[in-house]
């Protein structure tokens, strides 16, 4: 028994952006745009995108020919650079963390970022074997 609903993570992440925006405005718009604010902003932007308007696409109702042809394919080229580059983001934010807690101890922080950033390359593949799939089932 499901007891979320597929729209219900994008219901609640588009609430939460709604009622912290003006937060969002007073400390990150209105002020000198630094790494970490870059950092702040992709992180919060890049799941609004992936969440919300690619869930909206995934869920919505299609038809089998359509589903199956070359728009399940785009909907998969579509949603892979923004669904990926959030983990980039989270192994950058990580390495920063590393940094500001260990006194600006480089090497440890490119280990993090290096270490962080494997389920990036992961899914890399991943998304690289699904295309091939679809493509090899869509030529018949």
């Given amino acids: ?10 219901a609640l992440l588009t609430y939460e952006y709604i009622i912290t925006f003006n937060q969002e405005v007073a400390l990150f718009w ?3 745009l630094t790494g970490a604010s870059m950092l702040f902003l ?4 890049l799941a609004l995108i992936s969440y919300n308007c690619l869930s ?8 089998d ?14 949603s892979f650079p923004f ?4 983990y980039l983001v989270w ?3 990580s390495a920063l963390r590393t940094l500001a807690l260990s006194r600006m101890n480089w090497p440890l922080a490119a ?15 991943g998304h690289l074997l699904r295309i091939a799939v679809v493509i090899f089932l869509t030529s018949f």
């Fill in 83 to 86: 669904q990926i580059l959030q």
């Fill in 91 to 93: 192994a950058a934010f």
């Fill in 111 to 125: 280990v993090v970022f290096t270490l962080a950033s494997g389920p990036f390359f992961v899914n890399v593949v």
């Fill in 65 to 78: 020919s359509v589903r199956l042809g070359f728009s399940c394919l785009s909907l998969i080229k579509t």
């Fill in 42 to 45: 992709c992180t919060r932007y």
């Fill in 1 to 10: 028994m499901r007891l979320i609903s597929p729209s219900t993570i994008p």
């Fill in 30 to 32: 209105q002020r000198k």
């Fill in 56 to 63: 909206a696409l995934t869920y919505a109702s299609w038809s």
